[in-house]
């Protein structure tokens, strides 16, 4: 009677999809920008190959070509395609804080903008962005809000972006 216990090898779909997998990191290696390739914590032949496959610019069958073999020596090391997905995945944050930073200031923004919801969003200006020129942040919201001033629109999301920046 057989061991169902026994751990059974991946199926051919499961190992497809890794394969996949490892191709789609390769791809995302291959078009990183040139600061965050610069920080790329791999060395060796797999840097070697990423940056070779990043002189293929247009998507053609030789860049195809070059993906797969690229995808081929990171499955070969282990090692290698775990500190990639580590230093993808720390990209991806960072560019998901800046998003969320960004709407928040857009969503200030808008509430300074608002005449009902004014005293609160200056008070929380007043109390994370120290330092800030509140008398020009209110005369820009007014402007906005009255005249639907689109200058002092701008003008206000850059001087709380400015703030919050030097904040952190």
Known sequence: M???????PPSRSALKRAAKAVEEMAARLADLGDGDFKRLPLTGEIREEIEET??????NSARKRQL?????????DAD???VAEEFLAEIQTGRNKEAADFHHIE???ERLCDAEQFDAALEEVRQNMPGVNLAKIQRLAESARLHNDRRAFRELFRILKAADSGEH
Not at 2 to 8: A, G, I, M, P, V
Not at 54 to 59: D, E, I, M, P
Not at 68 to 76: E, I, T, V
């Open 107 to 109: 969503a200030l923004r």
């Open 54 to 59: 990043r002189r293929f610019k247009s998507h």
């Open 2 to 8: 057989e061991d169902f216990d026994q751990e059974r």
């Open 80 to 82: 290698a395609v775990q």
């Open 68 to 76: 797969k073999h690229l995808a081929g020596l990171l499955r070969s």
